[in-house]
């Protein structure tokens, strides 16, 4: 196996993966930038609970009216390339949502970032996994490791802008340009050619719209297993961001401050799990990790849920963070070398898949809370753990 020690292109392959970093690092960056100003422009808007509620189900809704057109357009533009300009497009967008003046506008300009963001997202994967079969080791998971760190960054600058009172027009124009001129300067270093360069023989390259359609009726099963696998993902951190908050001051009496403690340990260790991800990857595999995830994710949480205390409740986060962290890559990757199909097509499937799944879960979770409560919504969190245990089989051994 060629690795980056022994390949004459190693230099190259060491550019292409800062660069990809780089255009991962800007998407999380450019998304969490108005994240923490939403309230300003609820309030500028003057939206009720009901109409906000309705304009930021906008974007998701844009990301999965997009995500299916992802793969052909990863091949006719290239992977690099269209994720490098669609961060340009984005940044344009976000800076739309920050100027709307109506709540129409702002419902728009919302259903415009889920659109580009959503292909975005798959041409960053697709070209992150192009220099992993170059480099013949697992690196996907620093990618999304760096997304979380561009994540946090981009949210530390928006509220830093909050406190200078830095209008909101002037903060996204600032921070657009400047992630932008990042991404378009990444390009240069991004791997040439055609995408199906070093992809094996008999997987995806070079395949028919017809025969496509074929392998996906073969392999159907397969892809709603990856599906399930990154939606147990994705969930457990939506219950970090969405819920843990509120389980903790509301349901176990916690105050404000040392509530807010449970999404810092669930995002905390998620961030930990995919720095260490790619060597776990390498010494056990794909499948081996997951399953000690899916396990560490159901006994951490369903002990926290079966002994409530805050304590335990912020060791059950930590638990399920941690063992979740590899689990929306792995899936990705999985989808990326499935048999027959067109490059991109598995890879833009399950993300398109994924988000569906990712907007069903909250009213899901909330509806289990009205019906009994939250703690026993949060059985999810186990439950998510247990699915991953059954269907990990799906995913790559130890090589």
Not at 110 to 119: A, C, E, I, Q
Not at 298 to 315: E, I, N, R
Not at 331 to 348: F, N
Not at 350 to 358: D, E, N, V
Request: hydrophobic share 55%.
């Amino acid at each position: 196996m060629t690795t980056p020690l022994d390949n004459p292109r190693a230099p190259a392959l060491h550019r292409a993966r800062v660069a990809v970093s780089a255009l991962f690092f800007c998407n999380g960056a450019m998304y969490a930038s108005i994240l923490p100003r939403y309230p300003e422009i609820k309030t500028a808007l003057g939206l009720s609970d009901a109409a906000y509620g309705l304009a930021i189900a906008a974007l998701p809704v844009g990301a999965l009216v997009s995500g299916l057109a992802a793969a052909a357009l990863v091949r006719r533009v290239g992977s690099a390339r269209l994720a490098a300009y669609g961060s340009v497009v984005l940044a344009l967008a976000i800076l739309a949502v920050g100027l709307s003046a109506t709540p129409l506008l702002f419902a728009l300009a919302l259903f415009t970032v889920g659109l580009v963001d959503s292909v975005v997202d798959v041409a960053q994967n697709a070209h992150g996994l192009r220099v992993q079969r170059g480099y013949g080791r697992s690196i996907i998971n620093s990618f999304h490791a760096i997304w979380s760190l561009g994540a946090v960054s981009g949210g530390l600058l928006s509220a830093g802008a909050v406190a200078l009172r830095l209008p909101l027009a002037a903060h996204l124009s600032l921070t657009g340009a400047l992630f932008s001129a990042v991404a378009l300067l990444a390009l240069r270093s991004c791997l040439p050619g055609p995408d199906e360069v070093g992809r094996r023989p008999g997987r995806t390259a070079g395949a028919s719209v017809g025969g496509s359609l074929a392998a996906l009726r073969r392999i159907a099963p397969t892809v709603a297993a990856l599906a399930l696998i990154a939606v147990a993902g994705v969930t457990v951190e939506d219950v970090g961001g969405s819920w843990s908050s509120l389980y903790l001051r509301e349901s176990l009496g916690a105050p404000g401050a040392l509530a807010a403690l449970g999404y810092i340990s669930l995002v905390g260790f998620h961030f930990l799990g995919r720095l260490l991800g790619d060597g776990m990857v390498d010494r056990l595999g794909q499948r081996a990790v997951a399953r000690l995830g899916g396990l560490l994710a159901a006994v951490g949480m369903g002990a926290a849920l079966a002994f409530p205390t805050v304590p335990s409740t912020l060791l059950g986060f930590a638990a399920a963070g941690f063992g979740v962290a590899t689990l929306v890559p792995a899936a990705l990757q999985a989808a990326d070398a499935l048999p027959g199909l067109r490059p991109g097509t598995g890879l833009a499937l399950l993300t398109w898949l994924m988000r569906l799944g990712f907007l069903l879960s909250p009213p899901v979770i909330g509806l289990i809370s009205d019906a009994s409560d939250l703690r026993t919504a949060l059985l999810v969190v186990p439950f998510a753990g247990v699915l991953v245990l059954v269907l990990s089989g799906v995913l790559r051994p130890r090589s």
